[in-house]
């Protein structure tokens, strides 16, 4: 295990003779990362791996994280097997609470104790809270009365949004306000993580101007995939699979934004349909776990698809489970880049999603259109909350073996180009040297 090198320590560490303004003599960057909390899924990975990573010659990285409120699984355990040891503000976490009072102030204290030259947050909580610590740090110095302010700068990663599909229309337009206002008064730079997710965020919400966004892909480690075949049977001899049956997988959280009825309705019209027609055997597997636990297994039965359907619940073993399946659905309301679908191409899988988010860059150009769906570079597409159209293109997947093939292929070759961890890395290398060039 790598020791961690960036707890609580003194602000005269690493050569840090600092003044008010912030600035120091020492010669590496000094990152404080913030997100609100550890749960599983793609932004846990993504702060740990920076965090790791940019703990170097070059950079020093702290991060702050709050708790996992109950119903969500903790993925505390990513960051202890990178050596990372996060700096925990109890009274941060998700939900809007009178706390976030106090976890403001402690991260602010914290923050002064680092004497950061950027703060970057991540998620919307963190990010409303960090960025206007972070505003506090910049401008609570009396050296602001002679116009020099710290000279620290801000940044913020949009993993997803909420800007439709999480909330009431009052409260969305409520959050949609604090964005817009955070973005003018306290962002340096917005990062956000494929070209659909900067038009909608900027072009259609209006978050933002132009020059503040950069468009950085998240990465992942794709040599824990290389060797999938070997680990193929595994989840297929766990959960009882026959050797032709064809296990179409969705992995996420089970909340409402991951839409998991929609993937019970399909396998509905499956069961359905395949008492008339002799049908490939399909098999439907759910992996994650979450608050709507129950009412899907209910859902499952009443639908009368409980004996298609697998609930699994959360997996700490990525490379096995993929392994395991033929295809990787997603069936959201609502997306940024989702990890699932990028590691089911890292495995060889072909996909299947509704057109949300950044699925819409991840899948590519639309080649032709079907009855309902899309056949695009690298996967299909349907429309949101479409049961039959979805179910028209999985039976198109499972039917066509040539197209899940040229699919894979073109899947796997977009992957290793473009979301590999190292290319991560290096572009947030490259900004904060920008950021920093004062």
């Not at 969705?250 to 993937?263: C, P, Q, Y």
């Not at 499956?270 to 008492?275: L, Q, S, T, V």
């Given at each position: 295990m790598i020791s961690p090198q960036f707890t609580v320590h003194s602000p005269q560490s690493e050569k840090q003779i600092a003044d008010d303004t912030g600035q120091t003599t020492k010669d590496k960057i000094k990152i404080v990362r913030i997100i609100?909390?550890?749960?599983?899924?793609?932004?846990?990975r993504h702060v740990v791996w920076l965090t790791k990573e940019l703990q170097d010659g070059e950079f020093q990285t702290a991060l702050l994280t709050g708790r996992i409120p109950e119903g969500e699984e903790d993925m505390n355990y990513f960051a202890v097997e990178n050596g990372v040891a996060p700096v925990f503000i109890k009274e941060m976490s998700r939900e809007l609470s009178p706390r976030d009072v106090v976890s403001l102030w402690k991260i602010y204290r914290q923050i002064r104790r680092e004497k950061p030259d950027i703060i970057h947050t991540h998620t919307a909580k963190a990010g409303t809270i960090g960025r206007v610590a972070g505003f506090l740090y910049r401008w609570l110095t009396p050296r602001t009365l002679i116009g020099k302010p710290r000279r620290v700068k801000l940044v913020h990663t949009y993993h997803g949004h909420v800007f439709h599909s999480y909330y009431g229309s009052l409260k969305t337009k409520i959050f949609l306000s604090i964005e817009k206002t955070l973005a003018r008064l306290t962002t340096d730079k917005i990062v956000v993580i494929s070209n659909q997710q900067y038009r909608e965020i900027h072009e259609k919400f209006g978050v933002g101007k132009e020059r503040q966004f950069k468009i950085i892909p998240i990465g992942i480690d794709l040599e824990s995939f290389s060797n999938w075949q070997s680990k193929r049977n595994i989840l297929r001899e766990e959960?009882?699979?026959?050797?032709?049956?064809?296990?179409?997988?969705?992995?996420?959280?089970?909340?409402?934004?991951?839409?998991?009825?929609?993937?019970?309705?399909?396998?509905?019209?499956?069961?359905?349909?395949?008492?008339n027609i002799d049908f490939p055997k399909l098999k439907f597997v759910i992996i994650g776990d979450g608050h709507l636990r129950e009412k899907l297994e209910n859902e499952a039965e009443t639908l009368g698809v409980k004996d298609l359907v697998v609930f699994v619940g959360n997996r700490n073993d990525a490379d096995v489970f993929y392994a395991g399946l033929d295809i990787v659905a997603l069936t959201s309301l609502n997306e940024g880049?989702?990890?699932?679908?990028?590691?089911?191409?890292?495995?060889?899988?072909?996909?299947?999603?509704?057109?949300?988010g950044g699925v819409v860059d991840l899948l590519g150009e639309a080649q032709t259109e079907e009855n309902g769906f899309q056949i695009c570079e690298r996967g299909l597409r349907t429309a949101s909350n479409d049961a039959e159209s979805f179910y028209r293109g999985l039976l198109c997947l499972v039917n066509n073996e040539k197209l899940r093939e040229t699919l894979v292929e073109n899947g796997k070759k977009f992957v290793e180009a473009r979301y590999n961890k190292e290319r991560l890395v290096r572009d947030i290398k490259n900004l904060y040297h920008n950021l920093t060039r004062f």
């Open positions: 609100a909390r550890l749960n599983v899924g793609g932004p846990a959960i009882g699979a026959e050797n032709n049956e064809i296990l179409v997988g969705l992995i996420g959280r089970l909340t409402e934004v991951k839409n998991h009825s929609l993937f019970l309705k399909i396998a509905k019209i499956y069961k359905e349909n395949k008492k880049t989702p990890l699932s679908l990028i590691e089911a191409m890292a495995n060889e899988k072909a996909i299947i999603s509704t057109s949300v």
